[in-house]
């Protein structure tokens, strides 16, 4: 097939590598948030007392008055499904035997976007309470993956 009979909107992927390294920092208020779910298994917002919002994940500067945010709370480890969509493939295209599920969950006035387990999807729902189970102390690194996933509130 030549080029001009490809259909030019077709998605395709390439496979390789680039040589390029990089170094991400979460900046402070990522800094906290990381190590309390590292050091403490809590999830922290910033609470900006001019708008009385809480932003999950923390955050140095308010978006609304930009105000720095020095105050940080500790808003839980339960939250709610906001939204969610199921992944039947995965980032190489083999499709999974099960679909994985990714939902946005809310926490104070923002939240996550984090895998969801241990649900069945005919009950999966939003508004669902959910809850994150964090990997063991040990074995967690200061990432946002030291929450394995979320998963319905016991009850
Ligand atoms: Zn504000």
Request: hydrophobic share 35%; proline share 5%.
């Amino acid at each position: 097939m030549s080029l001009l009979e490809k259909d030019p909107n077709a998605p395709e992927a390439w496979l390789g590598e680039m040589p390029i390294t990089s170094r991400y920092t979460a900046g402070l208020a990522g800094e906290k948030f990381l190590r309390a779910i590292k050091d403490e298994g809590k999830i922290l917002g910033s609470y900006c007392d001019h708008c009385g919002i809480t932003y999950v994940p923390a955050r140095q500067f308010c978006e609304r008055c930009m105000d720095k945010l020095d105050e940080t709370v500790d808003v839980g480890t339960e939250g709610e499904v906001h939204t969610f969509t199921l992944l039947f493939e995965d980032l190489d295209g083999t499709p999974r035997e099960e679909p994985e599920i990714v939902a946005f969950i809310s926490l104070g006035d923002g939240g996550l976007v984090h895998r969801l387990d241990e649900v069945e999807l005919d009950d999966l729902d939003i508004g669902m309470p959910v809850q994150a189970v964090f990997k063991s102390k040990g074995e967690r690194e200061g990432s946002i993956l030291d929450i394995k996933y979320f998963k319905p509130v016991s009850s």
